[in-house]
């Protein structure tokens, strides 16, 4: 929890008395390796605070393909945002990817926040714009650079990636087949 009232500090003005009713809502949770935080189809009623661990959201194509979208590590926030601001079904999985251990926010927490906190809107629009500016850089690279471009910048984006995941999952994620990215790497 410690992790979490940091990251809430660097991110809002905070009373302890704040902090302290907010984090009563939340709870601990770990998943294993291949355990889903969430799953397509289901409504999102959490969002997860990582505190050890990484996670790959995907999406599953018309032809039934799997593709990774997304990699949260420690000290990011992760949801299927759609699902949970709209009450719909997630259009994404949400995958632990080694042991992962989250804080649990969930939708209670987050109400009571945008309610009561002072800063309880700053946060969530903080949170709201990294998402933002994180997917829409992510789109536009995947039509600006290179595969190999693209490889190089993962590391940027996720520190030490390439020793924590698969690299089919790395291939995926950067829209290539895990052939090319093996030839990319020996080229690189």
């Known amino acids: 929890m410690k992790e979490l009232a940091a990251t809430i500090r660097n991110m809002i003005e905070i009373s302890n008395t704040?902090?302290?009713t907010f984090m009563q809502y939340c709870y601990p949770k770990k998943f294993q390796p291949k355990e889903f935080l969430s799953k397509q189809d289901d409504i999102s009623h959490e969002i997860f605070f990582i505190n050890k661990g990484i996670t790959r959201s995907t999406?599953?194509?018309?032809?039934?393909?799997?593709?990774?979208?997304?990699?949260?590590?420690?000290?990011?926030f992760i949801a299927d945002y759609t699902s949970f601001m709209l009450q719909?079904?997630?259009?994404?999985?949400?995958?632990?990817?080694?042991?992962?251990?989250?804080?649990?926010?969930?939708?209670k927490a987050i109400d009571w926040g945008y309610t009561h906190l002072e800063e309880g809107d700053k946060m969530g629009r903080l949170i709201a714009e990294y998402y933002f500016i994180y997917f829409d850089n992510r789109l536009k690279n995947q039509y600006v650079f290179t595969p190999a471009q693209r490889y190089q910048h993962i590391s940027k984006v996720f520190p030490n990636i390439h020793n924590r995941?698969?690299?089919?999952?790395?291939?995926?994620y950067l829209g290539i087949s895990p052939v090319h990215l093996s030839r990319l790497k020996k080229e690189l």
């Open 18 to 20: 704040e902090l302290e």
């Open 59 to 76: 999406i599953i194509d018309h032809t039934g393909e799997e593709h990774t979208i997304h990699f949260s590590q420690e000290h990011q």
């Open 88 to 107: 719909e079904p997630a259009s994404s999985n949400l995958q632990a990817i080694e042991e992962t251990e989250t804080i649990v926010l969930p939708r």
């Open 165 to 172: 995941v698969p690299q089919h999952m790395i291939a995926s």
